[in-house]
Structures are given as structure tokens and as C-alpha cells.
T-cell receptor, first 111, second 114 residues
Framework: DAKTTQPPSMDCAEGRAANLPCNHS???????VYWYRQIHSQGPQYIIH???NNETNEMASLIITEDRKSSTLILPHATLRDTAVYYC????????????FGGGTRVLVKP | DTAVSQTPKYLVTQMGNDKSIKCEQN?????MYWYKQDSKKFLKIMFS???????INETVPNRFSPKSPDKAHLNLHINSLELGDSAVYFC?????????????FGQGTRLTVV
């Protein structure tokens, strides 16, 4: 599975959009981009995933560049409850569902 | 109703002991996993079971033995506990080993070996 690179931390103001970048320059054609987050003392929580098209759900939007070498997770209106570690994961869909977590980005939403 | 539940939530034990962590999911999923999160917060997969059959074993010491009595349960038994086994262990489940769907994680079991 391709490796990902994320900034270790970022701050965001409550109510503003949070844009979380992820580089995955070695991604291959059959690999998807997944985002999970882990709120303190809880298990990871799925957010969204995509292959090449942009995706949106009730939690977030995922923007994947045309060359697929990077992506951005957008939390449209960050709340204090969005404070968490966000993980960008690249994996083949049919890989036994093995998720390889990196260091993630620690997002702190401030009032 | 908790989708993926683990027991116990906290476990403190002495080196050399044998302990088990239980996991149950009520989502009807056919694939379950154990992940380990170490002190540096890195999450690593340990095992994956699909329909009670082992499909992923990530070079985990054989002191760790998962047991899946049925599709809804995946327990983790650890023999001869060592200090380095101290970590948070997460159970997870998903539907389908071949076709990916989102994984649901439990709340974790914090194991402390003293």
C-alpha cells in the first residue's frame, strides 16, 4: 500500500472550514484514498473515501487532484467536537480491508 | 446499542500472566480485526478474520492468539504478557473481505502490564 504524508498538526477556528492535506505520490491506479479520525480515547471513525472523483457526505468533502498524488479533506464548518487526529490512508479496495495508519494530523479546533 | 463492544475497557496485569480481551459486533459483519495502538499512537493491524477464518496475520508473536467462535465475536488471548504488550487494543469489523466497506471500531482496551 502507498504511503501517505500529512502535516503533524494544525489549528482551526470554530465555524471555519478546515482543509487537511495529504500527499500520496506513489498511489497506484487501483488504490483508494480513505480518511478516518480518532477523537481522544475513542476508536477510529470512518469519514469518507474516494478513488478519483471528488466525494461529499454529511461529515466532509474529499478533493482528489487529477493526478491523484494528493488530496484534501474539507470539514466545512469545524466544531470543537472535530478536534481529533485525522488519518489519510491509501489502500486497495480488495486488500482484506487492511488499513495502514500513519501518524495523522492532529487537528485542534479553537473557539 | 454499541456496534462493536470490547471488554474490558481497562486491564492491568503483571508480567507473565495470561489474559483475554473480548470483542463482539452486532452489525452482522463477516470480517473482524484486531489493531494495536502503541505509546506513540501508531495503529497497526494484528489480525483479520473473515467468516471465522484467519485472513491477515501481521507477524504478531505467537503469544497472541485470536479466537473467533462465530462471526460476531473475535477474542484476543495473550499468553506470558510482557511489558512491551502495554498498549490500547482496538477491535473492528466490516462487511466483506473482498469488497471494502467502512470499518467500525470499538472503544479500545487499554492494557497495562506491570
Amino acid at each position: 500500500d502507498a504511503k501517505t504524508t500529512q502535516p503533524p498538526s494544525m489549528d482551526c477556528a470554530e465555524g471555519r472550514a478546515a482543509n487537511l492535506p495529504c500527499n500520496h505520490s506513489t498511489i497506484s491506479g487501483n488504490e483508494y484514498v480513505y480518511w478516518y479520525r480518532q477523537i481522544h480515547s475513542q476508536g477510529p471513525q470512518y469519514i469518507i473515501h474516494g478513488l478519483k472523483n471528488n466525494e461529499t457526505n454529511e461529515m466532509a468533502s474529499l478533493i482528489i487532484t487529477e493526478d491523484r498524488k494528493s488530496s484534501t479533506l474539507i470539514l466545512p464548518h469545524a466544531t470543537l467536537r472535530d478536534t481529533a487526529v485525522y488519518y489519510c490512508i491509501v489502500s486497495r479496495k480488495a486488500a482484506g480491508n487492511k488499513l495502514t495508519f500513519g501518524g495523522g494530523t492532529r487537528v485542534l479546533v479553537k473557539p | 446499542d454499541t456496534a462493536v463492544s470490547q471488554t474490558p475497557k481497562y486491564l492491568v496485569t503483571q508480567m507473565g500472566n495470561d489474559k483475554s480481551i473480548k470483542c463482539e459486533q452486532n452489525l452482522g459483519h463477516d470480517t473482524m480485526y484486531w489493531y494495536k495502538q502503541d505509546s506513540k499512537k501508531f495503529l497497526k493491524i494484528m489480525f483479520s478474520y473473515n467468516n471465522k477464518e484467519l485472513i491477515i496475520n501481521e507477524t504478531v508473536p505467537n503469544r497472541f492468539s485470536p479466537k473467533s467462535p462465530d462471526k460476531a465475536h473475535l477474542n484476543l488471548h495473550i499468553n506470558s504478557l510482557e511489558l512491551g504488550d502495554s498498549a490500547v487494543y482496538f477491535c473492528a469489523s466490516s462487511q466483506g473481505a473482498g469488497e471494502w466497506t467502512e470499518a467500525f471500531f470499538g472503544q479500545g482496551t487499554r492494557l497495562t502490564v506491570v
